[in-house]
């Protein structure tokens, strides 16, 4: 087994109290590797780095322009190492090799865009009201952030963090999840290598209450970035609201993917199959509620299970398979509850509903796409994140219908149309309550693209220009050119 160290200032350390625990691979589920047991003590050290950095020594030094070029050499080094960096997140967390691969061939462009928009951040002159005074504005680094990252995408999910952070000029410590640290802590030796002085980028692993809540709780943290669980997200909110830090919250949905009658029907089963099953639907951003218009909803079924039935399971290392195992044990065990849940609910099962137990799944821990009709808006399938291949189909009559069974969650982070009709799409784009609406397609992102939630999926906007200033804070200079105070106790 491998046995993972921490990186705290630039440097591969023990844990302080000497303790690691096991990752498993989720396709074998054998321990492979050794993660270091962070604590308190290590989280001060990496915040103490990280502070240290920010406010003297070279980091602080740097011009815009110098940590640019840093941020686009990292971007180089990650795609060199792609391969090797998509083979330990398979083997950590069981997503497919396939996906990875695109996964870390693309992060790239996050450090390249970034790096490229650091040197572009701008101030202002003020035209101001008052005679004889100048004023401009600085937007300065918000300061040392704590970057919290979930286990279905860590590279992804944490380069939309740390890109447009260092381009800010703050400094970050990462606390990946517990289930998947492994491609973080491998990630952490190529900030040595692209020459980005040391605490600039720190990881301690280890458990949310041991490492999470000291990080949350450090009074030299100015801003936590979390993507996870509402549950999680509310907790280290209320947390950060007591201690007045700054957060973004990216809090996954039940996202609708709303199929009209003129819809391309081939191209709606295929988004509606990429919504769900890609990345055995452990995504925040899964079309999980597939609303299908009345008039062509068996006919859509039928086609759609027809596609579905021939997903593959198998090894994420094989190119032919399309569906890997459940990442987590717990997880596992949720989204088998759900799919109990859904039948206990009355819901219908037309696919799958079982664990996968074919020899292609090995040990591995599976739970076969499966897909649920008659399902209701009110049903807890219909309104609660599964985070697993588990789709309901839910039906509707006209848009007024399905906006009110789409817009009928308390999440809001995406929603899709597939519609012939321009018309229709832009109605529905401008009432549907999500971050993110697609237009006759579906899982897309970009580092261009803006992304967050609505309502209780999130707080605060990844990825495009504005996301740089969730790592910003402006000031106002006020400079006296020549006016005259003939009152000092009334103000200016
Ligand atoms: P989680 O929200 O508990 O974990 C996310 C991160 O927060 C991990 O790094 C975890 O160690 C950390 N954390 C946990 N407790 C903390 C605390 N008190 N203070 C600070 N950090 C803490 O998510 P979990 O338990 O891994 O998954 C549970 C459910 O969350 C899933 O079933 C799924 O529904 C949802 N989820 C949503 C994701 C998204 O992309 N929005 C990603 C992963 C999970
Ligand atoms: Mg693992």
Known sequence: MRRYQLRIDGKSVPPQGEAWFESQNP????????????????????????????????????????????L?????????????????????NGKLLAEMQGQLNYIPQWFHYYGGLADKVQGSTLPLDKKGYFAFTRHEPVGVVAAITPWNSPLMLLSWKVAPALAAGCTVVVKPSEFTSASTLEFAELFDEAGFPPGVFNVVTGFGPEVGTPLVEHPLVSKISFTGSDTTGRLINEKAGRHLKHTAMELGGKSPNIVFEDADIEQAVFGAISGIFAATGQTCIAGSRLLVQDSIHDAFVERLLAVARTARMGDPMDPHTQVGPVTTPPQYRKVLEYIDIARSEGATVVLGGEKGTAPECGKGWFVQPTIFTGVRNDMRIAQEEVFG???????????????????????????AVWTSDIGRA????????????????YRAVSFM????????????????????REYLQTKCVWINSGAVAANPFVMR
Not at 77 to 91: F, N, P, Q, S
């Open 449 to 468: 693209a803006p992304f967050g939630g609505y309502k209780d999926s999130g707080l605060g906007r990844e990825n495009g220009i504005d996301a740089i």
């Open 72 to 92: 686009r050499r990292l971007g180089d080094l990650i795609a060199r190492d792609a391969a090797k960096l998509a083979a330990t997140e398979v083997r950590d």
């Open 389 to 415: 291949p588990v789709l309901s189909v839910i039906r509707f009559k006209d848009e007024d219908d399905a906006l009110r069974v789409a817009n009928g969650v308390r999440f809001g982070l995406a929603a």
């Open 426 to 441: 832009i109605r529905m784009s401008e009432k549907l309550q999500a971050g993110t609406v697609w237009v006759n397609t």
């Open 27 to 70: 396709y074998t589920g054998e321990s492979w590797a050794e993660i270091p047991r962070g604590d308190t003590r290590d989280v001060d050290a990496a915040v103490q780095a990280a502070h240290a950095a920010l406010t003297s020594g070279p980091w602080a030094e740097l011009t815009a322009t110098q940590r640019g070029a840093l």
